[in-house]
């Protein structure tokens, strides 16, 4: 695994299961546009190229699209892009362009507008940071992990079974700003809390759900079903596993 990262081959980010929990959420949750509708609307005009670094199946990328003149949608996972290609042939959309590789080597025209969401461990160096900026016309958002994970589906699950700490990570958004601000952009920063759930068809899944989540064997999953029982809500007529989320958006401007 190490070897063919070296060798910058793609390593696959999603699988069948998770595919089907992040299209159900994205849709179900109405994500972007809560909660960056309001955020994006101020920023992108109709007349901008956006870059939607890490774009997985190009959720963000759909919803961008309407708003501006042309989208650069990058991610390093085939399955993820090859949904993406398969769907805007299906409905005739022409301005988004698919590509699967890595940034920051993936050839990508400079774009007016930089959007990052969730891209965990992208930015960790002042040359990272550079990269992001020199891929950037005018300013951009990145989205990442706030330090304080109160309300999470982390939070939740690990307190029922009486565990402390976890592996949700703050994505060191403050640092990130401060490299930025190094380079001469500016920065505003905005925490933006919203709930990022999960809606399932059963308790069977909202506990492969939670294994997922938290990274557990599957010998977990009798307790996660105990575990699930607890925090289930139902929400619009589904079983619902709620994630009150905190996440900090940096908007930088060059
Ligand atoms: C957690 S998902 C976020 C997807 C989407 N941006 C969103 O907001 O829902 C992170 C995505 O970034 C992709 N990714 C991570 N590092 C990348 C890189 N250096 N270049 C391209 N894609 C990358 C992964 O394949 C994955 O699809």
């Known amino acids: 695994m190490a070897d063919a990262k070296k060798k910058g081959m793609m390593m696959e980010f999603w699988t069948e299961e998770s595919e089907n929990w992040y299209l159900d959420s994205c849709r179900f949750l109405n994500y972007p546009e809560i909660p960056l509708g309001e955020y994006f609307e101020k920023a992108i005009r109709p007349e901008d190229t956006v870059f939607d670094l890490g774009c997985a199946y190009g959720i963000t990328s759909l919803y961008l699209a309407k708003k501006c003149s042309k989208v650069y949608a990058l991610d390093f996972s085939p399955r993820a892009v090859g949904w993406l290609e398969k769907h805007i042939k299906e409905n005739d959309i022409d301005n988004i362009v698919p590509v699967c590789g890595r940034f920051p080597s993936a050839d990508i025209p400079v774009c007016d507008v930089t959007v990052i969401l969730y891209v965990n461990k992208l930015i960790h160096s002042l040359d990272q940071a550079k990269a992001v900026l020199a891929a950037t016309g005018r300013e951009g958002f990145l989205l990442v992990n706030h330090a304080d994970e109160t309300g999470s589906i ?86 619902y596993l709620p994630n009150n989320r905190r996440s900090c958006l940096i908007h930088f401007v060059k």
Do not use: W
């Open 154 to 239: 982390h939070d939740l699950a690990l307190n029922q079974l009486g565990m402390k700490g976890s592996n949700y990570v703050c994505r060191n958004g403050c640092y990130v700003v401060g490299l930025f601000e190094a380079l001469g952009a500016k920065c505003d920063c905005h925490v933006i809390e919203h709930d990022y759930g999960q809606p399932v068809d059963s308790i069977e899944e909202a506990a492969r759900f939670l294994r997922s989540m938290l990274r557990f064997g599957e010998d977990m999953l009798p307790q996660l079903q105990t575990v699930a029982q607890a925090i289930i809500t139902e929400r619009e007529g589904r079983l």
